[in-house]
């Protein structure tokens, strides 16, 4: 294949990864019509369908698949190479992409990289909320930020954040129609306000530890989200009872907004952690976001 059609193998590998046309045009800054013609344009040269394509979704096909798996770390590398090109320059620059969950971005992570950003314009930072625990290599984030607990063994972690307690609260006019729960199991005759998590599709499981007693409530209620705004607003409006971190909700909680209940059940949690790759070769960008967040731990 001649070197000028590297282009099409790229526009490949973007929708492939997405399973989506909308997404990967966004993302290569084409339209969707012009990554369309050059994925035919690909596929009649090659003599081989690489995408099934539905009204709804798009796959790979078998060959697909195949040359996916052979160029997309190929393609990754190079890239990772060009971008590490920019240790070269004078000053730190280039997109540092970390994905992370609303607690961390909105107490640690975001005002640590503002300032990452004010002292070097040419760095930027794109925060991405999720809390699916993504493959941060398939995903090409540049890290991650999970608890401690949840990262695996062979990234490299860095704690940023300290050691934190969940707390189970309620609007004052909410246990005034309803007891308050003196244990947790008593939480199966309430509406609890759930988080969906997009691994599994379903509701996330309230941890209780009591001494060395330890409980896993499946909770159940009228109120389902999967952003932690949205849960603790519709806790102050009195929908149900939330589990959320404490920080989020103590300025709430000292204003006799929000009522808490089984804080003796309330365990603490490891602190927040960044991780990356260790095969990685960071970026001077990436490694001056690194040391604000390490910095910031540290007070």
Known sequence: MRRENTSDLTAFIAVAREQSFTKAAAKLNVSQAALSYTIRTLEERLGIRLLTRTTRSVSATDAGDRLLRAIGPLFDKIGHEISALSALRDKPAGTVRITSVEHATESIVWPAVTKVMAAHPDINIELINDYGLSDIVADRYDAGVRLGEQVD??????????DFRMAIVSAPSYFERRSKPLKPQDLSDHDCIGMRLPTSGGIYAWDFRKGARELKVRIQGRAVFNNVSLIRDAALRGHGVAQIVEDFVQPHIKAGKLVRVLQDWCPIRPGYH????????PSPAFAIVVEALRRRSKG
Request: no cysteine; proline share 11%; net charge positive.
């Open 153 to 162: 063994k062979d990234m490299i972690a860095v704690r940023i954040g300290p």
């Open 274 to 281: 960044l991780y990356y790759p260790s095969r990685r070769q």
